[in-house]
Every structure is written in structure tokens, then in C-alpha cells.
T-cell receptor
Framework: DGGITQSPKYLFRKEGQNVTLSCEQN?????MYWYRQDPGQGLRLIYY???????QKGDIAEGYSVSREKKESFPLTVTSAQKNPTAFYLC????????????FGSGTRLTVV | GQQLNQSPQSMFIQEGEDVSMNCTSS?????WLWYKQDPGEGPVLLIA?????ELTSNGRLTAQFGITRKDSFLNISASIPSDVGIYFC???????????FGKGMKLTVNP
């Protein structure tokens, strides 16, 4: 079955550490997105990529980095520069024709300990 | 970044009641989408609307694309406990492949 997979489901990070969240899709979608969700804040765009080897900053990119070396994969690194990283992170993808909105992964909950 | 005005922010209803929610914007959108998010999961697409005035149903859900292209509403009839979750509206503007989201409406259904 086609879909979008995020791993791990739960992640714990110590202060000062970088961590990488995985996002893989087998939907043959060109565009991929990373969102951060905090209670009552809705979905805030971190980074997005419309094509391999290219990506753009979203509204809250500071303290995050991404890469898009393969069409299927769009990993997100939460760096030590992100001062408040505890949140629920969602990855999404869509086709270039944008006919059906985004398909979302099931999310990764990151907690700083 | 831009965000849609979604209301209400939360609702507490009894099982069997209907619920309505809406999204408005000062800008025109070409596509309106409604998603539902279960606790601890990613949002799942419920209904997509592509034409102004379009009225679309999916089981007990009905959504409409406003005539002005600046708003949309979602109605859930005869609610059941599994309807609990957060409902998001999203819109797409012409020439953009980024969705604009509302802040979500948290629904609680009392059995």
C-alpha cells in the first residue's frame, strides 16, 4: 500500500543534541512538507521541497534543517539551536498537480528531557 | 504566515447532535479541504472542494465551497463518539502548492 511513513513515533532528546526525524513516501509525490504542531497553534510550516535537491524555508525554519537527496525521503534535523523543540512533527506530501491535497504521516512526538 | 480563520475553536456536544464549523479568509482560494486528526495521529482528508458553490457529502459529513471563494463550512450530522478529534480546514490559492491551514476545531462528543 502506498503511504507516507514517519519514524520514530516517539523521540527523546537531551538539551544540546541534534536529532533527525525520518519521513519516507512511496506515493511518487514530488512535493514534501514538514509541519510543527503545538496545542492550540494549528500547523506551522517548517520547510518544504517541491523537487529533489531543492527546498525552501517555511514560517518557522530557525533551528531546523532538511535535505532532499531522494524523491522518496525528506528528513528533518532539529538542531540544538531550536530553543523549544518539544512538539508534534508532521510530514506531508502531494503530487505536482495538487489535485487531492496533502497526504500526512502519522507524526513524531519529540520531547526534550 | 497566512492562516485561515476557523471557528469555533472547540465544541462539546452530545452523541446524536449535529455540529457545524466554518473557515473564512480575506483572500480567494481555488480549493478548500477539510481534514480530521485523531489524537496522536496525522490529519486525514475528509472532503475536497474544487468549485465555488460546490456542495459535497461524505457519509454524515457535508461541506460547501463558498460562492465568494473566501469561505467554506463543514457539517457533521448525528454525531457519534468516534467523531472526536481536531478538524482542520485548508485552502489552496492559485499558483501555490502550499496549503494554508486553520487552527483547528477540537470536537468532544459525550456518549
Amino acid at each position: 500500500d502506498g503511504g507516507i511513513t514517519q519514524s520514530p513515533k516517539y523521540l527523546f532528546r537531551k538539551e544540546g543534541q541534534n536529532v533527525t526525524l525520518s519521513c519516507e513516501q512511496n506515493l511518487n509525490h514530488d512535493a514534501m512538507y514538514w509541519y510543527r504542531q503545538d496545542p492550540g497553534q494549528g500547523l506551522r510550516l517548517i520547510y518544504y521541497s517541491q523537487i529533489v535537491n531543492d527546498f525552501q524555508k517555511g514560517d518557522i525554519a530557525e533551528g531546523y534543517s532538511v535535505s532532499r537527496e531522494k524523491k522518496e525521503s525528506f528528513p528533518l534535523t532539529v538542531t540544538s539551536a531550536q530553543k523549544n523543540p518539544t512538539a508534534f512533527y508532521l510530514c506531508a506530501s502531494t503530487n505536482r498537480g495538487f489535485n487531492y491535497g496533502y497526504t500526512f504521516g502519522s507524526g513524531t512526538r519529540l520531547t526534550v528531557v | 504566515g497566512q492562516q485561515l480563520n476557523q471557528s469555533p475553536q472547540s465544541m462539546f456536544i452530545q452523541e446524536g447532535e449535529d455540529v457545524s464549523m466554518n473557515c473564512t479568509s480575506s483572500s480567494i482560494f481555488n480549493t478548500w479541504l477539510w481534514y480530521k486528526q485523531d489524537p496522536g495521529e496525522g490529519p486525514v482528508l475528509l472532503i475536497a472542494l474544487y468549485k465555488a458553490g460546490e456542495l459535497t457529502s461524505n457519509g454524515r459529513l457535508t461541506a460547501q465551497f463558498g460562492i465568494t471563494r473566501k469561505d467554506s463550512f463543514l457539517n457533521i450530522s448525528a454525531s457519534i463518539p468516534s467523531d472526536v478529534g481536531i478538524y482542520f480546514c485548508a485552502g489552496q490559492q492559485g499558483g501555490s502548492e502550499k496549503l494554508v491551514f486553520g487552527k483547528g476545531m477540537k470536537l468532544t462528543v459525550n456518549p
